[in-house]
């Protein structure tokens, strides 16, 4: 039987300075992030939520839906099963079939264009007809495309999402994702392909035939240390926006959605993420490698494997707060050996300055192996074996 288990790690201070008059006062976001009927901020470099406002709730995407086929098509280019400078022939259907509908590179029957031109039809210009077009050419069509895309949205955990079109142009609600979801989307764009994403992801402007052709990103050349990710708009959906910025080492993803006007939608995501860079303090707190604890083991050669987290998670905390922190260490357990290195192995549970309780990644720090004679004996003695 799996029992959730816990192991109180560690209560305590974490100084940050204090700053202005109103230290240790937070203010809220500005009023303009209430015309963001979604609206989610969170700090990957500290894998804590900001801000959140109906961060659950099911919304259409429009063409943030696009930012699921830029990852699946980097992991077939990562995996060597699609090339960036392979050339495609447009079928004659699709280039007929997406003519005029919304956004497109105005594709022509039977033309030739490779990969990279697709995609970066897709991340820059939004193009209905390139997100089509290179579905087709990778997988065949846009059925097995999306079977992709919900396949990959199943492993990132993204359990509120649902894709069935590779361009997120309307389809009666049959896509549809939630804020929270979008960001476990762009921590994989950013942290599973960092080459592929800068090269491809928050351009301004791409060459088409001689013309040069724009994007609708609102953060890109605008918001400092912004990179994109994803505008999105119909009429069911309204104005939606998927962003990323990095200032001083922090990264910061933003979400809103079900905004009425473009303008509103630039302005509510700008102000909430100068609120997460104002607001917010940030520094070096944990580090991989960095031995927090241990959890027990059953039938291994140890009895216990000391844990640490994958990557370096920063402590964030209201400005001028005092960040009391208070850290416990969950698992399902008991574990079973083997345990590998850096196998995930439960998380780190933290309460910082009586705030809710949210939870980073825990993994191994070192591998366990199964039990010889001897460690079966003795564990069997210490009841450590079922």
Known sequence: MTIRRSLLLLAGFVPVAAT????????????????????????????????????????????????????????????????????????????????????????????????????????????????????????????????????????LGMTGSHFATPNGFPDRGATYVTARDLVRLAQALINDHPALYHAYVGQQAMDWRGARLTSHDPFVGVVPGADGIKTGHTFEAGFNFLGAVTRGGRRLIVVVAGVQTEPARAQAAKALVEWGYAQ???????????????????????????????????????????????ARIVYDGPLVAPVTKGAPVGGLELTVDGAPPYVLPLVAAQPVGPAGPFDRLVNGLLGLWP
């Open 20 to 155: 202005g008059s109103d230290a240790g006062r937070q203010a809220g976001p500005p009023a303009i992030t209430a015309k963001a009927p979604v609206a989610l901020l969170v700090d990957l470099s500290a894998g804590r939520t900001l801000y959140a406002r109906q961060a659950e709730k099911r919304i259409l995407p429009a063409s943030m839906t696009k930012a699921m086929t830029t990852l699946v098509a980097f992991d077939l280019i990562a995996a060597g099963k699609l090339k960036e400078d392979a050339v495609v022939t447009v079928r004659p259907e699709t280039a007929a079939r997406w003519a005029g509908r919304g956004t497109t590179l105005n594709l022509r029957p039977n033309e030739q264009v490779t990969v990279s031109g697709l995609l970066h039809g897709v991340t820059t210009v939004s193009a209905n007809d390139a997100a089509v077009a290179l579905a087709e050419a990778a997988l065949g069509s846009t059925e097995a495309w999306t079977t992709a895309m919900n396949a990959r949205a199943a492993q």
């Open 280 to 326: 917010w303090q940030a520094r070096e707190w944990l580090h991989p490698g960095m031995v927090l604890g241990a959890v027990r083991v059953q039938q291994g050669d140890a009895r216990s494997v000391p844990v640490t987290v994958p990557r370096d998670f920063r402590l964030a905390v209201p400005d001028g707060a005092q960040g009391r922190v208070t």
